[in-house]
Nanobody, 120 residues
Framework: QVQLVESGGGLVQPGGSLRLSCAAS????????MGWYRQAPGKPREPVASITGTGTTNYADSVKGRFTVSRDNAKNTMYLQMNSLKPEDTAVYYC??????????????WGRGTQVTVSS
């Protein structure tokens, strides 16, 4: 009922920047928390950053000071600005959203992911 589509991934050199987007669509009544996760090869998926409906943010220690999460509630879109990228940031980045659909049921949706590769 709710679809999430990530975009903005790619190949970037160490020290560079990328901006990821996550657009939500479907039978959305309200989106509460949204978050970014990542999964590197051979490793479990881990949380990167999250943002509530009122704008409260939370970050993994590994990205604090380098990544910034934001959202545009009017567009049902979340962003992740990634600066000072390191090779260890290489992973598939996934978007997650929790909220309520028009029929007043809850949803917990995931996107399909976007690849971020940091390499010289």
């Amino acid at each position: 009922q709710v679809q999430l589509v990530e975009s903005g991934g790619g190949l970037v050199q160490p020290g560079g920047s990328l901006r990821l987007s996550c657009a939500a669509s479907g039978s959305i009544f309200r989106i509460d928390a949204m978050g970014w996760y990542r999964q590197a090869p051979g490793k479990p998926r881990e949380p990167v950053a999250s943002i509530t409906g009122t704008g409260t943010t939370n970050y993994a220690d590994s990205v604090k000071g380098r990544f910034t999460v934001s959202r545009d509630n009017a567009k049902n879109t979340m962003y992740l600005q990634m600066n000072s990228l390191k090779p260890e940031d290489t992973a598939v980045y996934y978007c997650n959203a929790l909220g309520v659909v028009l029929t007043r049921g809850g949803f917990n949706s995931w996107g399909r992911g976007t690849q971020v590769t940091v390499s010289s």
